[in-house]
Protein backbone atom coordinates (compact mmCIF):
# COMPACT_ATOMS: atom_id res chain seq x y z
CA UNK A 1 0.00 0.00 0.00
CA UNK A 2 1.34 3.45 -1.54
CA UNK A 3 0.65 6.41 0.62
CA UNK A 4 0.43 10.34 -0.92
CA UNK A 5 0.11 13.24 0.59
CA UNK A 6 -0.68 16.59 -1.31
CA UNK A 7 0.51 19.84 0.10
CA UNK A 8 0.24 23.80 -1.46
CA UNK A 9 3.56 24.83 -0.77
CA UNK A 10 5.48 27.85 -3.66
CA UNK A 11 8.00 24.71 -3.64
CA UNK A 12 8.26 21.23 -3.63
CA UNK A 13 9.27 19.41 -0.84
CA UNK A 14 11.81 16.99 -1.24
CA UNK A 15 11.59 13.36 -2.43
CA UNK A 16 14.02 13.03 0.90
CA UNK A 17 11.67 14.46 3.02
CA UNK A 18 8.67 13.01 2.21
CA UNK A 19 10.29 9.17 2.26
CA UNK A 20 11.01 10.28 5.78
CA UNK A 21 7.94 11.15 6.40
CA UNK A 22 6.42 7.95 5.59
CA UNK A 23 4.86 8.68 2.30
CA UNK A 24 5.49 7.11 -1.40
CA UNK A 25 5.62 10.87 -2.49
CA UNK A 26 4.41 14.18 -1.59
CA UNK A 27 2.31 15.82 -4.15
CA UNK A 28 2.35 19.30 -4.80
CA UNK A 29 -0.27 22.00 -5.75
CA UNK A 30 0.40 23.44 -9.00
CA UNK A 31 3.47 20.66 -9.88
CA UNK A 32 1.99 17.90 -9.48
CA UNK A 33 -2.16 18.24 -8.97
CA UNK A 34 -4.07 21.75 -9.22
CA UNK A 35 -7.34 23.19 -7.52
CA UNK A 36 -10.25 23.78 -10.07
CA UNK A 37 -12.77 26.36 -9.18
CA UNK A 38 -15.23 26.63 -12.04
CA UNK A 39 -15.27 24.82 -16.13
CA UNK A 40 -13.51 26.89 -17.91
CA UNK A 41 -10.22 25.27 -16.58
CA UNK A 42 -9.69 22.26 -17.70
CA UNK A 43 -6.45 20.65 -16.86
CA UNK A 44 -4.63 17.39 -17.73
CA UNK A 45 -3.48 16.64 -14.62
CA UNK A 46 -5.02 15.19 -11.73
CA UNK A 47 -7.07 17.96 -9.89
CA UNK A 48 -9.16 18.65 -6.68
CA UNK A 49 -12.25 20.51 -6.81
CA UNK A 50 -13.01 23.31 -4.59
CA UNK A 51 -16.14 24.54 -5.97
CA UNK A 52 -19.21 25.04 -3.57
CA UNK A 53 -21.69 24.85 -6.73
CA UNK A 54 -23.37 21.61 -6.95
CA UNK A 55 -23.33 21.95 -11.18
CA UNK A 56 -19.88 22.92 -11.09
CA UNK A 57 -18.75 19.84 -9.09
CA UNK A 58 -21.28 17.32 -10.72
CA UNK A 59 -19.72 18.27 -14.36
CA UNK A 60 -15.93 17.97 -12.69
CA UNK A 61 -16.40 14.71 -11.06
CA UNK A 62 -16.85 13.02 -14.08
CA UNK A 63 -13.81 14.00 -15.73
CA UNK A 64 -10.92 11.09 -15.37
CA UNK A 65 -8.34 13.54 -14.19
CA UNK A 66 -10.55 14.45 -10.98
CA UNK A 67 -9.40 12.72 -7.78
CA UNK A 68 -12.32 14.14 -5.25
CA UNK A 69 -14.24 17.14 -4.04
CA UNK A 70 -11.56 19.02 -1.40
CA UNK A 71 -13.84 20.63 1.70
CA UNK A 72 -13.01 23.03 4.48
CA UNK A 73 -15.79 22.92 7.33
CA UNK A 74 -18.46 23.21 4.73
CA UNK A 75 -21.19 20.18 4.78
CA UNK A 76 -21.69 18.82 1.43
CA UNK A 77 -24.89 18.16 0.01
CA UNK A 78 -26.08 14.62 0.20
CA UNK A 79 -26.31 14.62 -3.95
CA UNK A 80 -23.34 15.57 -4.12
CA UNK A 81 -22.16 12.67 -2.08
CA UNK A 82 -23.43 10.64 -4.39
CA UNK A 83 -22.41 12.33 -7.15
CA UNK A 84 -18.68 11.43 -5.81
CA UNK A 85 -19.72 7.97 -5.43
CA UNK A 86 -21.27 7.16 -8.15
CA UNK A 87 -18.18 8.43 -10.29
CA UNK A 88 -15.06 6.68 -7.69
CA UNK A 89 -14.52 9.46 -7.06
CA UNK A 90 -13.11 11.06 -3.09
CA UNK A 91 -14.22 13.77 -0.61
CA UNK A 92 -11.13 14.84 0.44
CA UNK A 93 -10.79 16.39 4.12
CA UNK A 94 -7.93 18.69 5.29
CA UNK A 95 -5.60 18.65 8.28
CA UNK A 96 -4.55 22.41 7.62
CA UNK A 97 -8.38 23.79 8.32
CA UNK A 98 -7.44 22.02 12.17
CA UNK A 99 -3.71 22.89 12.43
CA UNK A 100 -4.18 26.13 11.24
CA UNK A 101 -5.43 27.86 14.44
CA UNK A 102 -6.21 26.64 17.96
CA UNK A 103 -9.44 28.62 17.82
CA UNK A 104 -12.57 26.44 17.40
CA UNK A 105 -10.84 23.55 16.87
CA UNK A 106 -13.56 21.40 18.78
CA UNK A 107 -15.98 22.47 16.79
CA UNK A 108 -13.76 22.20 13.42
CA UNK A 109 -13.13 18.06 14.60
CA UNK A 110 -17.07 18.04 15.37
CA UNK A 111 -17.71 19.54 11.90
CA UNK A 112 -15.00 16.87 9.94
CA UNK A 113 -16.53 14.06 11.97
CA UNK A 114 -19.95 15.08 10.61
CA UNK A 115 -18.87 15.55 7.16
CA UNK A 116 -16.67 11.73 7.40
CA UNK A 117 -20.20 10.09 8.77
CA UNK A 118 -22.23 11.57 6.43
CA UNK A 119 -20.08 10.05 3.67
CA UNK A 120 -19.44 6.74 5.25
CA UNK A 121 -23.37 6.35 5.73
CA UNK A 122 -23.92 6.91 1.69
CA UNK A 123 -20.67 4.73 1.15
CA UNK A 124 -18.56 7.21 -0.26
CA UNK A 125 -14.42 7.07 0.22
CA UNK A 126 -13.03 10.03 1.66
CA UNK A 127 -9.79 10.78 2.03
CA UNK A 128 -6.95 13.38 4.41
CA UNK A 129 -4.29 15.01 2.98
CA UNK A 130 -2.20 17.48 4.42
CA UNK A 131 -2.55 20.82 2.33
CA UNK A 132 0.30 22.34 3.91
CA UNK A 133 1.08 25.28 2.77
CA UNK A 134 5.21 25.52 4.26
CA UNK A 135 7.40 23.17 6.16
CA UNK A 136 5.75 23.97 9.52
CA UNK A 137 2.24 22.08 8.86
CA UNK A 138 3.75 19.40 6.96
CA UNK A 139 2.81 16.06 8.53
CA UNK A 140 4.60 12.61 9.01
CA UNK A 141 2.40 9.60 7.88
CA UNK A 142 1.64 8.73 11.56
CA UNK A 143 0.32 12.14 12.50
CA UNK A 144 -2.26 12.08 9.42
CA UNK A 145 -2.85 8.49 10.75
CA UNK A 146 -3.80 10.15 14.29
CA UNK A 147 -6.10 12.66 13.03
CA UNK A 148 -7.62 10.41 10.75
CA UNK A 149 -8.72 7.96 13.86
CA UNK A 150 -9.69 11.54 15.66
CA UNK A 151 -11.76 11.98 13.09
CA UNK A 152 -13.62 8.27 12.26
CA UNK A 153 -13.25 7.21 15.39
CA UNK A 154 -11.74 3.85 14.35
CA UNK A 155 -7.99 2.75 13.32
CA UNK A 156 -9.13 0.17 10.49
CA UNK A 157 -11.31 3.49 8.95
CA UNK A 158 -8.41 6.08 9.36
CA UNK A 159 -5.89 3.28 7.46
CA UNK A 160 -8.31 2.99 4.55
CA UNK A 161 -9.06 6.78 4.41
CA UNK A 162 -5.62 7.29 4.37
CA UNK A 163 -4.84 4.50 1.52
CA UNK A 164 -7.34 5.73 -0.41
CA UNK A 165 -5.75 8.83 -2.05
CA UNK A 166 -3.11 6.20 -3.06
CA UNK A 167 -5.46 3.88 -5.18
CA UNK A 168 -7.20 7.29 -6.79
CA UNK A 169 -3.55 8.47 -8.00
CA UNK A 170 -2.50 4.83 -9.14
CA UNK A 171 -5.99 4.55 -11.05
CA UNK A 172 -5.17 7.98 -12.79
CA UNK A 173 -1.90 7.13 -13.62
CA UNK A 174 -3.00 3.68 -15.22
CA UNK A 175 -5.56 5.07 -17.19
CA UNK A 176 -3.26 7.78 -18.77
CA UNK B 1 6.64 -5.64 43.85
CA UNK B 2 8.94 -3.56 41.86
CA UNK B 3 6.87 -3.01 38.27
CA UNK B 4 9.15 -2.07 35.34
CA UNK B 5 7.59 0.53 33.75
CA UNK B 6 7.29 -0.02 29.75
CA UNK B 7 8.20 3.01 27.48
CA UNK B 8 7.74 4.25 24.12
CA UNK B 9 10.23 6.38 22.82
CA UNK B 10 9.89 8.57 19.75
CA UNK B 11 12.36 9.90 17.25
CA UNK B 12 10.57 13.27 15.92
CA UNK B 13 12.08 16.17 13.75
CA UNK B 14 11.37 20.18 13.96
CA UNK B 15 11.21 22.08 10.28
CA UNK B 16 13.41 24.13 11.76
CA UNK B 17 16.85 24.14 14.18
CA UNK B 18 15.80 23.72 17.53
CA UNK B 19 17.48 22.85 20.53
CA UNK B 20 15.49 20.97 23.01
CA UNK B 21 18.25 20.72 25.50
CA UNK B 22 17.31 24.49 26.65
CA UNK B 23 15.55 23.97 29.57
CA UNK B 24 13.11 26.94 28.23
CA UNK B 25 11.99 25.68 24.91
CA UNK B 26 11.59 22.24 26.42
CA UNK B 27 8.94 24.23 29.28
CA UNK B 28 7.83 25.55 26.32
CA UNK B 29 6.50 22.47 24.24
CA UNK B 30 5.44 20.47 26.86
CA UNK B 31 2.86 23.32 27.80
CA UNK B 32 2.02 22.93 24.40
CA UNK B 33 1.12 18.89 24.58
CA UNK B 34 -0.39 19.72 27.68
CA UNK B 35 -2.58 22.13 26.62
CA UNK B 36 -3.64 20.18 23.88
CA UNK B 37 -3.90 16.37 25.53
CA UNK B 38 -4.88 17.86 29.14
CA UNK B 39 -2.84 18.02 32.24
CA UNK B 40 -3.87 14.41 33.34
CA UNK B 41 -2.89 12.45 30.30
CA UNK B 42 -0.01 14.97 29.99
CA UNK B 43 0.67 13.85 33.70
CA UNK B 44 0.02 10.28 32.96
CA UNK B 45 2.35 10.06 29.68
CA UNK B 46 5.86 10.56 31.62
CA UNK B 47 6.68 12.46 28.79
CA UNK B 48 11.06 13.04 28.73
CA UNK B 49 13.64 14.25 26.88
CA UNK B 50 16.02 12.05 25.99
CA UNK B 51 17.98 13.40 23.79
CA UNK B 52 18.86 16.25 20.91
CA UNK B 53 20.25 13.48 17.77
CA UNK B 54 21.42 16.85 15.65
CA UNK B 55 19.83 20.34 14.73
CA UNK B 56 16.33 18.99 14.26
CA UNK B 57 15.84 15.63 15.66
CA UNK B 58 15.26 14.84 18.94
CA UNK B 59 14.11 11.76 21.23
CA UNK B 60 11.49 11.54 23.47
CA UNK B 61 10.64 8.97 25.93
CA UNK B 62 6.63 8.23 27.20
CA UNK B 63 4.84 5.24 28.93
CA UNK B 64 3.67 2.64 26.79
CA UNK B 65 0.06 3.81 25.46
CA UNK B 66 0.62 7.37 25.10
CA UNK B 67 2.78 7.90 22.22
CA UNK B 68 -0.40 7.86 20.47
CA UNK B 69 -1.75 11.19 22.18
CA UNK B 70 2.25 12.41 22.43
CA UNK B 71 2.08 12.40 18.04
CA UNK B 72 -1.12 13.56 17.89
CA UNK B 73 0.00 16.62 20.11
CA UNK B 74 2.83 17.14 17.90
CA UNK B 75 0.46 17.93 14.65
CA UNK B 76 -0.88 21.20 16.94
CA UNK B 77 2.12 22.64 18.81
CA UNK B 78 3.31 24.96 16.07
CA UNK B 79 4.94 28.03 18.08
CA UNK B 80 8.42 27.90 20.12
CA UNK B 81 10.14 30.66 20.88
CA UNK B 82 7.63 33.01 19.55
CA UNK B 83 8.34 31.47 16.31
CA UNK B 84 6.23 29.36 14.18
CA UNK B 85 7.80 25.38 13.88
CA UNK B 86 6.25 22.44 13.18
CA UNK B 87 6.84 19.33 14.35
CA UNK B 88 7.15 15.68 12.53
CA UNK B 89 7.22 12.01 14.55
CA UNK B 90 9.33 9.89 12.23
CA UNK B 91 9.27 6.67 14.41
CA UNK B 92 7.89 5.42 17.83
CA UNK B 93 9.22 2.11 18.98
CA UNK B 94 9.90 0.17 22.07
CA UNK B 95 13.77 0.59 22.03
CA UNK B 96 15.93 3.32 21.12
CA UNK B 97 18.17 0.99 19.29
CA UNK B 98 15.44 0.01 16.49
CA UNK B 99 15.64 4.11 16.30
CA UNK B 100 19.19 4.25 15.45
CA UNK B 101 18.94 3.59 11.61
CA UNK B 102 16.60 6.76 11.52
CA UNK B 103 18.78 9.03 13.84
CA UNK B 104 21.47 9.59 11.34
CA UNK B 105 21.85 13.25 10.37
CA UNK B 106 20.80 13.97 6.97
Same mark, same amino acid.
Given at each position: ?????????????????????????? *??????????????????????????????????????????? *??????????????????????????????????????????????????????????????????????????????????????????????? *???????????? | ???????????????????????????????????????????????????? &???????????????????????????????? &??????????????????????
Amino acid at each position: MHYFDITNSPTAFGKDLGKRLGFRKL *LNISDDVELVESLSSQPKKPFLIVSQNPNVVYNLIKSRWAIGL *LVNGDEPDQKVLNKIKENGKLLVLNSYYLTIGERDRVSKVQKLKKIFRNAHKGKTKATIISLAPNANYLLSFMQLLEIAKMITTDEHQAKVMLGS *LGESINDIEEKE | MILKRKSRYILAESSRPLELGDKRLWDELRAGIAKFIGEKDYADSNLTFIKQ &VDSTKFLLRTSRGAEKKIVLALCFVKQINAQE &VGFYTLKTSGTIRSLRSLQSPT
